[in-house]
Structure formats: structure tokens, C-alpha cells
């Protein structure tokens, strides 16, 4: 059933006059009587009762209008919200991200960006690596911030920047290792705490302890940082997690560097190649893209160690401020 012969419905509905109808929409009378011709066909019931020139909408007819009546709206409601959602002033970014960035990049980033664009409007989501990626593919999510890169097909995950991991160890250690930078294979006989798998850093924690050929007894699975962080707090393990950043380095168990290679996580932002991104989207894609130059030119050219990282505060810090500073 086409729309156009639903308008046209409406208006001989509303003034029970074909004649009137065609009048109103610069069509011809025949193009009106088979445009009502087509629909009552479909439904297989007449919806006027005609006598002569005189049409009368039956009681079939009244109750079609109503329907077609509320359809329209809700289609014109549904138009609206579209071109809502897709104005580049006041639409919106559906944006999932991995729990880890929820305290410190997240804000900042959408501070950031409503300043220019105050109108525009966050969909928020998080959860696991592997779940902020299928939340992206099944097209809940416009784009998603995750680590490590997802390798899935038709997902393009550009990188942003690396920070080192640290291995958290419980209060009053007194290993004297823990002043250093330590292995995990000498560590590999202790109880550990991770996030559960399908996230990133479960992953590139259980790539390491493979590299280190060390099998981790895994003691608790947690679903976010803090958590892990502060179960390590209680003493029930040693985990391998990001540097505290924000209101948790005020209680964060201490932390040690790690000596292995690859000790690191690199997040990224992620699209779905060739699907069409509304243009507030594209420009908060645009706005990572471009803070993340920034940063590489700010901590290339201060710094002979550039490629070696940071806690997330650092680099997300010097990545905001120093753009804001800039322009």
C-alpha cells in the first residue's frame, strides 16, 4: 500500500468529496478514484458508499481513517526524530566504551565535545571488549572505544594511544622484587585476580602470562577495574591492570612495573566500514582522530620515551588540555 494513496485517502475521507480532493492536490479526479481504488482493493472491502457524485465514508472508511490517521503520525513523528538524530547541532552519538575508561575518558570527552556542541546528545553504553564490538555490529552503537584492536570483519578500529600495564600487588608487601620492574614468571606461583573473559585486558593479561609460560590460579573474575583493584586491596591477589588514574589512585593498592614485553593496551575507536554514521558521530570520530595527532606531536617532541606510555589520567590529560590550550 503506498503512502501516497493513503494521503490521498485521508483528504477524500476528510471532505467526502473526490472532486474537492483532486482540487486540493493538483491531481485529476480519475488519479483520485484509482488512488481509493487501489486501497480498497488491498483491504477488500469499499470504505466509501457512492451514490452518484455523492460519496459517503462508510463505517469501514471510519475505521480505516482512524488507523491511518495514527500511522501517519507516528511515521512524521518517526521522520522527526530522525533528522533529529542525525542534525549535526542537536542529533546524536550512540558511543559504548570498555568499563576501564568510564571514570576519566568518558567525561572529559564528552565535555570536550559539548562545548562546541552543546545540543547534541550521548547514548552511553559499556561492558566487555567483546561486547561493546557486538553491540557496534548489531548497530546499537554508532562507535565504541575498546582494546585490544577486535580483528572482526567490517570493523575498523583506528588506535589512539598506548598505556603501560602495572602489576597491582596487595598492601604490605614486602618482597623486595616489588621495587623493581618484575617478570611474570617469577610471580606465576601467586593467586591471581582478572576480569572476566570477553574483556580486553583479560585477554592481554592471559597473552602475557602464555609469553611468560606461567598458568595463573585465577581466584576471583571481576566485571570491572575498581573492583579487581580493590579485591587486590584486600589481599586476595596480584593483578595485571592499568595504572590507577583519578579518585582511585587515592586507595589503590601499590603497583609495580612490569618487566615483560607487550605489558601494554592500546585503545582504539571502532566503526562498522561502510555503514552510514550520523554526522554528529562522524564528528566526534573527527574530534579523536585529531586529539590523538595532537597528542603524538605534544609527547613526540617532549620526549625521548614518547612510544612508552602513561597512566590513562596523563595521556588523556595532556591529550584534552593540551588541544584545549592549542585551540
Not at 457512492?50 to 518517526?78: K, M, W
Not at 548489531?138 to 600495564?165: A, F, I, N, Y
Not at 605489558?263 to 554514521?277: P, W
Request: hydrophobic content about 40%.
Amino acid at each position: 500500500m503506498e503512502l501516497r494513496d493513503l494521503d490521498v485517502f485521508l483528504d477524500c475521507a476528510r471532505t467526502e468529496h473526490f472532486g474537492r480532493a483532486a482540487d486540493a492536490r493538483h491531481m485529476s479526479q480519475s488519479a483520485i478514484s484509482k488512488a481509493i481504488g487501489r486501497v480498497e482493493d488491498e483491504l477488500k472491502v469499499p470504505l466509501f458508499d457512492r451514490q452518484g457524485r455523492v460519496v459517503r465514508l462508510n463505517r469501514y472508511g471510519h475505521l480505516f481513517r482512524t488507523h491511518v490517521e495514527d500511522a501517519l503520525r507516528s511515521l512524521q513523528a518517526g521522520y522527526a526524530a530522525v533528522a533529529d538524530a542525525t542534525d549535526p547541532d542537536q542529533g546524536e552519538v550512540a558511543l559504548a566504551f570498555v568499563p576501564s575508561l568510564g571514570p576519566t575518558l568518558i567525561p572529559r570527552l564528552v565535555q570536550k565535545f559539548r562545548t562546541t556542541y552543546p545540543k547534541v546528545r550521548f547514548l552511553l553504553s559499556q561492558g566487555g571488549a567483546e561486547n561493546v564490538v557486538t553491540m557496534l555490529e548489531s548497530g546499537q552503537v554508532d562507535l565504541c572505544l575498546t582494546s585490544p584492536d577486535p580483528e572482526r570483519p567490517g570493523v575498523e578500529w583506528t588506535p589512539l594511544w598506548t598505556e603501560r600495564l602495572v602489576l597491582v600487588t596487595p598492601p604490605g608487601e614486602t618482597r623486595t622484587d616489588w621495587k623493581g620492574p618484575t617478570h611474570l614468571h617469577d610471580v606465576g606461583d601467586r593467586p591471581f585476580v582478572a576480569l572476566k573473559a570477553g574483556y580486553g585486558l583479560r585477554k592481554i593479561t592471559d597473552a602475557l602470562c602464555a609469553e611468560a609460560k606461567i598458568r595463573p590460579r585465577i581466584v576471583f573474575e571481576g566485571a570491572d577495574v575498581p573492583t579487581v583493584r580493590g579485591i587486590v586491596g584486600a589481599g586476595l591477589g596480584i593483578a595485571v591492570l592499568p595504572p590507577a588514574a583519578g579518585p582511585e589512585r587515592r586507595w589503590s593498592p601499590p603497583e609495580t612495573d612490569l618487566a615483560d614485553a607487550g605489558a601494554e593496551r592500546t585503545i582504539g575507536i571502532a566503526h562498522v566500514r561502510g555503514r552510514y554514521l550520523p554526522v554528529a558521530a562522524r564528528r566526534l570520530h573527527a574530534l579523536l582522530i585529531e586529539q590523538h595527532a595532537h597528542l603524538l606531536k605534544a609527547r613526540f617532541e617532549n620526549s625521548t620515551d614518547a612510544e612508552a606510555g602513561g597512566t590513562i589520567d596523563q595521556l588523556t590529560g595532556d591529550w584534552f588540555d593540551g588541544a584545549e590550550r592549542q585551540g
